[in-house]
T-cell receptor, first 117, second 116 residues
């Protein structure tokens, strides 16, 4: 079963506007972490933001914020004031288990974001 | 440059040949991960090391795949008798396990393998 679901294969947003990329997850663990990565056409995965399952506040990193709704099992990424350089693939990922485990990341299929002038 | 590096960046080979990829993690990172990414998909976990010990292997890692991390520094991923289905981007990531758990994983630029 898919652990991470990203339902938007592609999204468009105009420069300077905000955009929300959806992510829902499936786990029975109480302790887990949620990540967002950006993958430009060059291929490198760039870490954007992290939310722990026990964090009460939504994570923020500059123009990125994570809208964490635990009961709904969703972890949407909000990009404010979009820039042309934000055009890329965006992946949501989850790490399950205890915080001191070495578990790998489970990734969704990604959302392709295109920022237009 | 203090990031994760991978070599080569691109590899084209004929079916049946063996290939080996190298990953150099961030120097102080004790955990190293290998992922495979096919077109239109997110990365899929293959295996990971803590220092020199290989602690977990995915079912995706068939007998033709072997990974090593001698001395807990760089790692190699070898694919023997390559098949066309092995064509993918192979990504390496590293992280630092600290007193409060695993930090975020930093990824390298990947090695794109094409099997003809």
């Amino acid at each position: 079963a898919q652990k991470i679901t990203q339902t938007q294969p592609g999204m468009f947003v105009q420069e300077k506007e905000a955009v929300t990329l959806d992510c829902t997850y499936d786990t029975s663990d109480q302790s887990y972490g949620l990540f967002w990565y950006k993958q430009p056409s060059s291929g490198e995965m760039i870490f954007l933001i992290y939310q722990g399952s026990y964090d009460e506040q939504n994570a923020t990193e500059g123009r990125y914020s994570l809208n964490f709704q635990k009961a709904r099992k969703s972890a949407n990424l909000v990009i404010s004031a979009s820039q042309l350089g934000d055009s890329a693939m965006y992946f949501c990922a989850m790490r399950e288990g205890l915080v001191n485990s070495g578990y790998a990341l489970n990734f969704g299929k990604g959302t392709s974001l295109l920022v237009t002038p | 440059d203090t990031g994760v590096s991978q070599d080569p960046r691109h590899k084209i080979t004929k079916r049946g040949q063996n290939v080996t990829f190298r990953c150099d993690p961030i120097s102080e990172h004790n955990r190293l991960y290998w992922y495979r990414q096919t077109l239109g998909q997110g990365p899929e976990f293959l295996t990971y090391f803590q220092n020199e010990a290989q602690l977990e292997k995915s079912r995706l890692l068939s007998d033709r795949f072997s990974a090593e991390r001698p001395k807990g520094s760089f790692s190699t991923l070898e694919i023997q008798r390559t098949e066309q289905g092995d064509s993918a981007m192979y990504l390496c990531a590293s992280s630092l396990r600290g007193p409060v758990g695993d930090g975020e994983q930093f990824f390298g630029p990947g090695t794109r393998l094409t099997v003809l």
